[in-house]
């Protein structure tokens, strides 16, 4: 029998087998098989970042949409849903994408803030709905680069599978010392705050090092701009 | 020597010893020593929430504010930031006030999200800023139980420390179908539809079921209200 599943990571998969449905209801649940941390997964190397703007003001679609449609997403795989957008391909050129998005929103005195969840190694994930450059030429930074704006973020790391993670969490935010974009340290959260090309230089460097050493990590993020609330 | 480090999950924490720096540079570094999953932390069944409201409107502050303040705190420990608002203590109460913030920040036609990190058992966490209530009388929901509204939402599991992570995510997932607020599957998320009280419902259940099978365990969720992207 062959059966659709719904996967948590990645959309819908065909497997064949690994379903499993009581007598009585015929539902279409979920299933992972023995997929495990470093296990399944594709097998090629895609990084996604699922993210979402929210610019608090009366002219929210306006600004989204504008922003969104100022993005060169020739180097990724884009979909956009009800809830957010989400960029696959390779990390230097998702990351691209997303800080072009981030940047083209902001507006003078407008309190946005922006969600993103970025990921890579998932064992539900697959050789789908990715676009994989062979050059690391970006193609939004060129444009963006030299536009400036302090950002405040709050950000935390997942590295799945593996019982030592909080090491390689202080490694990250140890670089944030280093790169002297740290604020604090909260519940739940570290906080960040400065430019907005040293913050994404930060998340770069950080996801380049998550990649390298970390089968399966998911970074949530959260960026703000123009809060009213005082320090 | 005695030094106050950073901690990931749950700000300042004094620790002995388990310090470095180089040499050269006496930077306030981050280092979580031996912790792993399930050792450290917390002795007291501490949940947390980490949540941001974001309505789309130039009133945003006056919505924030009011609903804020229309929750009955008594039972959670609390504080805000620049970026976000955190409960802890008792699951089920820290549940009942973000639900009612949630609840009373709805206005008609008004786009919102609200993103919101639960979490339990984090190795950084520690028996402070806590409020444990000894009973579990609910102090918001008898005013909100009967208040009703659309609601899409996404979320993530993040099981920590296991290499089985799939399967409590699979349970998880399972379960908003067998509740019947589950929508579909996507990349990096699961989507959940369903009326404000019934999704409030599942993640009491869900979370209850991590609390129970899972050391540490965060689910990142955003709820969104009157968006005008269609289906």
New interface residues.
Partial sequence: MTVYI???????RERKGAFFMSENEK??????GS???GTCGATKEIT?C?F?L?????Q??DIILDSIGKVDTSKVWK?T????T?Y?GKRNHVLDAVKACFVRSWREGV?M?M?A?I?RG???DRDA?YFLSEDDVLLNEPQIQDIHFPV???F?L?P????????Y??HV??LA??RNVYD????????LKGDVQDLFRYFDEATEYCDKNIKHY?M?I?F?VN???A?
């Fill in positions: 719904a996967f948590f990571c990645t959309g819908l539902k279409p649940y979920v299933t992972y997929c495990g941390c996604g699922r979402s929210s610019p608090m003001t009366d929210f679609v979909a849903d009800k809830l957010s989400v696959r309190h803030t969600e969840t990921s998932c064992p539900g709905d405040d973020c709050k935390a997942y799945m599978g593996v019982e030592n993670y909080m090491e969490i202080a935010v140890n010392i280093d604090k340290s909260s519940h739940y959260a570290s906080f998911i949530e959260t703000s809060s009213p609330t320090e």
